[in-house]
């Protein structure tokens, strides 16, 4: 089985190239998904999250309220390191569940949708990387458009991320997304037609 990472910086149309490989019957695995499962009513991270940071527990439903825990951890990179270091772990694990699930089907191709991919190191976990990327004006206005996203927030969300030209270099496969979503969709189509022809590769090591 081929394993893709899939990766962009925000506002890039990851969630929107992950929806389409879906439509083309790859299966995608979503971590930021994973992490809301995690956090959301009775997850596995919710019990060390209110160890670690108490006080962030939404006791109507046994989950953790995530503006709180943003309020601490978006502002100190120390405590962030702390939330990710108990929900990284989680998330391969989650990860490595949908593989070896999906490699006993006889699935040929799935995809980890991994937002930090590079900065985690994630890409030794996979056997190519495809980079979504857009021009900066579309990305600006893509993020500015969600609800609650200001501009310092924006800045400092890049800052916290790999610029986008540095993933563009590493990546296998680049995906322009600011060209309309038909365009997405024919590139996507053919990366996987592409790799269906090749074959996995053998030398690449798995979770």
């Given at each position: 089985?081929?394993?893709?990472?899939?990766?962009?910086?925000?506002?890039?149309?990851?969630?929107?190239?992950?929806?389409?490989?879906?439509?083309?019957?790859?299966?995608?695995?979503d971590?930021?998904?994973?992490?809301?499962?995690?956090?959301?009513?009775?997850?596995?991270?919710?019990?060390?999250?209110?160890?670690?940071?108490?006080?962030?527990?939404?006791?109507?439903?046994?989950?953790?309220?995530?503006?709180?825990?943003?309020?601490?951890?978006?502002?100190?990179?120390?405590?962030?390191?702390?939330?990710?270091?108990?929900l990284?772990?989680?998330?391969?694990?989650?990860q490595?569940?949908?593989?070896?699930?999906?490699?006993?089907?006889?699935?040929?191709i799935?995809?980890?949708?991994?937002?930090?991919?590079?900065?985690?190191g994630?890409?030794s976990?996979?056997?190519?990387?495809?980079v979504?990327?857009?021009?900066?004006?579309?990305?600006?206005?893509?993020?500015?458009?969600?609800?609650?996203?200001?501009?310092?927030?924006?800045?400092?969300?890049?800052?916290?991320?790999m610029?986008?030209?540095?993933?563009?270099?590493?990546?296998?496969?680049v995906?322009?997304?600011?060209?309309?979503?038909?365009?997405?969709?024919?590139?996507?189509?053919?990366?996987?037609?592409?790799?269906?022809?090749?074959?996995?590769?053998?030398?690449?090591?798995?979770?």
């Open positions: 089985m081929i394993v893709l990472g899939l990766t962009g910086s925000i506002g890039m149309g990851k969630s929107t190239a992950a929806a389409m490989f879906t439509r083309l019957g790859v299966p995608v695995h971590s930021d998904a994973s992490v809301h499962e995690l956090l959301g009513p009775n997850g596995g991270a919710v019990a060390a999250v209110e160890a670690a940071f108490p006080g962030v527990l939404d006791q109507t439903n046994n989950a953790i309220d995530r503006k709180k825990l943003g309020a601490i951890i978006f502002p100190d990179p120390a405590k962030k390191a702390i939330l990710e270091g108990i990284h772990p989680m998330v391969r694990q989650s490595a569940d949908f593989l070896h699930k999906n490699r006993a089907l006889g699935v040929k799935a995809v980890l949708d991994i937002p930090l991919l590079y900065e985690t994630a890409e976990r996979v056997d190519k990387v495809i979504v990327t857009a021009p900066p004006h579309v990305q600006r206005q893509r993020v500015l458009a969600r609800p609650n996203m200001t501009v310092d927030k924006f800045n400092a969300i890049l800052a916290g991320q610029p986008d030209a540095d993933k563009c270099k590493r990546a296998d496969y995906v322009q997304t600011g060209l309309g979503r038909v365009h997405t969709m024919r590139a996507l189509k053919t990366i996987v037609r592409n790799l269906l022809q090749q074959g996995p590769s053998p030398h690449v090591h798995h979770p």
